[in-house]
């Protein structure tokens, strides 16, 4: 089972978890990068209701984006 769900969220680029912790959330994780590898993670849980599943991918779309810019944000502090 692990092993689907990590093929899974490789191939989406994104973690989903439905009410899996708590039966009244949803959410989704994105991973933040430096140069190489994730260091850190952003993730966005909301109440399951107005989450519903076809909602997940434009929201693990926006906190990707978010991702990236602070990915970036940190590779700038590297450099100082």
């Known amino acids: 089972w692990l092993r689907r769900e990590l093929r899974h969220t490789l191939a989406r680029g994104f973690a989903v978890e439905d009410r899996e912790f ?3 959330t ?3 994780g994105v991973p933040v990068f430096d140069r190489e590898q994730a260091i850190a993670a952003l ?3 909301a109440p399951a209701a107005p ?3 076809d909602r997940l991918r434009p929201v693990a779309e926006a906190a990707g984006r978010a991702a990236a810019q602070l990915s970036a944000n940190l ?3 590297q450099h100082a």
């Open 22 to 24: 708590d039966a009244d």
């Open 26 to 28: 949803r959410g989704v």
């Open 43 to 45: 993730s966005v849980v």
């Open 51 to 53: 989450l519903p599943p």
């Open 75 to 77: 590779l700038v502090g």
